[in-house]
């Protein structure tokens, strides 16, 4: 079973999505699941982010018409495999290790239903 499904809603994130997915990678991705939901996007994040999927199992890719952040995080959520969601933004980033961090709390704690942390800006 996949612990996290991260949801990424993305429109016209060419700037971004690529530094973002690359930083994604070099994450453990054991037990996790990559959503990008492309919300109609006229720039070139669909071709990179096809790219991506070709290349990393744990990544799908979901082509939408533009419906905004809510619809396209809830097109993911209903695609979602994992028994958490997080929700990234196409210009997130984490630290080092970070997953592997939330994957251990999780694990050490069955009993958590929501899990929340802080961020830098």
Do not use: H, W
Request: charged letters at 15%; a negative charge.
């Amino acid at each position: 079973m996949l612990i996290i499904s991260i949801i990424i809603p993305a429109y016209n994130s060419a700037r971004f999505i690529e530094n973002t997915l690359t930083m994604l990678i070099s994450q453990d991705l054991n037990d996790c699941e990559i959503i990008v939901v492309n919300d109609g996007s006229t720039d070139t994040t669909q071709s990179i982010c096809e790219t991506f999927v070709s290349q990393y199992p744990e990544m799908k890719l979901i082509n939408q018409s533009n419906q905004g952040v809510s619809a396209a995080r809830n097109t993911g959520i209903n695609a979602a495999q994992g028994k958490y969601i997080y929700f990234f933004d196409s210009d997130d980033t984490l630290t080092t290790d970070t997953l592997s961090y939330f994957k251990k709390v999780i694990k050490n704690n069955a009993s958590i239903d929501i899990y929340t942390f802080g961020y830098e800006i």
